[in-house]
């Protein structure tokens, strides 16, 4: 029997793809006529567009309203993004010169945000580095990164946007991509997926798909996942066979 059961595994991993359609099917209303979540989390708590309600979320949309107000809000989410990849992936003289500048003992938060200011430019907005002081004027200047990353995830809610990850034995055709961010989109009711490859030869074939990311624009660990791997199905056929 052991023979017929590897059989049937690896023809099930083999039609994964074929599987994918029926496992992303979701039950109850259409598309069409069911409501998008994140406009329902949205609905549910008016500060910030649905996210929790707060100090972080009074001064994102300090800082929205005053991007928009300027005309610049294109120019202030590219701060806001630059602001937080360079605080996450810094490295050489910069992270040298304001590692330095932020820790000069009994600065103040002004002389602070002014130093990151000075250093982590040019700046493409007016607005962003005039919030930055501002935040330092308020006390809040060391919440600047949490409130970079309110931004961002309220960014790709207002647009609907969902990051997700699949990682596969091979590359994925134009095709496979289409599948997966058409099927994904409806399965989380979103407009768009921001469909992030990465290949994994140990999954032997199929592939596996991680969504549900605390920071989109870092997504490290998803809290949602589905395996229809050949190695996952491997392993559970081993456990299965104790």
């Known amino acids: 029997m052991a023979p017929i059961r590897i059989a049937a595994i690896s023809l099930a991993a083999v039609c994964a793809w074929n599987l994918f359609s029926q496992a992303?099917?979701?039950?109850?209303?259409s598309a069409s006529s069911r409501p998008n979540r994140v406009a329902m989390r949205a609905a549910s708590n008016t500060a910030g567009g649905g996210f929790a309600r707060g100090p972080l979320v009074v001064y994102m949309d300090a800082l929205i309203d005053a991007a928009a107000s300027a005309g610049e809000s294109v120019t202030v989410t590219k701060d806001v993004m630059?602001?937080?990849?360079?605080?996450?992936k810094m490295t050489g003289d910069m992270q040298f010169e304001l590692t330095e500048a932020l820790n000069i003992a009994g600065a103040s938060e002004h002389s602070q945000a002014s130093s990151t200011v000075e250093i982590m430019g040019p700046w493409e907005s007016t607005v962003f580095p005039k919030f930055v002081t501002?935040?330092?004027k308020k006390r809040r200047f060391k919440s600047l990164r949490a409130i970079c990353e309110e931004y961002v995830s309220f960014l790709y809610a207002r647009e609907s946007i969902e990051p997700v990850t699949v990682y596969s034995a091979t590359k994925l055709t134009d095709e496979q991509v289409d599948k997966i961010k058409a099927k994904m989109a409806d399965k989380l009711e979103v407009r768009d997926i921001k469909l992030i490859q990465q290949v994994d030869p140990s999954l032997l074939s199929g592939f596996k798909i991680e969504w549900r990311y605390t920071d989109p624009e870092n997504p490290t660990v998803g809290a949602e996942s589905i395996d229809l791997s050949l190695q996952s199905a491997l392993e559970q056929a081993a456990i299965a066979g104790r």
């Open 24 to 29: 992303f099917v979701a039950s109850g209303p």
């Open 82 to 88: 630059r602001y937080k990849q360079l605080r996450e």
């Open 134 to 136: 501002f935040l330092a």
